[in-house]
């Protein structure tokens, strides 16, 4: 099955229990991004990431990324920073679209799990960097651009983001491990959508 037609499935099988995730993740995603640290280049630091990147890595990776835009969103609306807007739910979208995709498949809490969770933080982070790249640069100009994406190397105090994620998510995979199954009943249920169409 290709990326395209196991999107389309995805979105096929989004249902009541995914909208109230998303519902409780974008206001979890929306209240961490209003205590946030403004950066010298425009912009803030925050904790929303990790609200969004632990929905991405329980819940999957559209439950995240809608999750972090919607919050995003609304914090930026909130704190007046509405310039942002109309860009934070796409750039949300993809980080957390990115960091589902490479926490994919964890069964069990075990040293497999802790890396792809590690290397899925990453790849959020990263995804997020390149997303928010040319809004700055349409923003802000070059320079300011150049500054954000140096940032991902020096991140300063979104540093403790990108280790406070994987904490979180693994501690609720300890407490919860019901939690685990929750993918596994999506891919069940996109298995059925397309033997039905099939």
């Known amino acids: 099955m290709g990326m395209l037609e196991e999107a389309k499935l995805r979105i096929r099988a989004f249902d009541v229990r995914d909208v109230s995730l998303v519902s409780i993740f974008s206001a979890l995603m929306a209240i961490t991004t209003l205590y946030a640290i403004p950066l010298p280049y425009g912009g803030i630091t925050h ?16 439950i ?24 934070t739910p796409f750039c949300k979208l993809a980080s957390g679209l990115a960091c589902g995709l490479v926490s994919r498949g964890i069964e069990s809490i075990n040293k497999r799990a802790i890396v ?32 954000w994406l140096m940032g991902f190397f020096v991140p300063g105090p979104a540093l403790v983001t990108y280790f406070a994620t994987p904490i979180i998510a693994l501690s609720v995979m300890r407490a919860y491990p019901s939690v685990i199954a929750y993918r596994r009943a999506i891919e ?10 099939s």
């Open 47 to 62: 904790f929303g990431n990790t609200v969004m990147w632990t929905a991405s890595i329980l819940f999957g990776g559209l």
């Open 64 to 87: 995240g990324g809608l999750a972090g835009g919607i919050g995003g969103m609304l914090a930026d609306l909130f704190l007046g920073a509405h310039v942002w807007a109309p860009f």
């Open 116 to 147: 792809k969770i590690a290397l899925a933080v990453i790849a959020g982070a990263i995804a997020n960097r390149l997303a928010y790249a040319p809004v700055y640069f349409f923003l802000f100009g070059y320079g300011a651009m150049v500054l």
């Open 188 to 197: 069940e249920r996109m298995a059925r959508i397309k033997a039905v169409g």
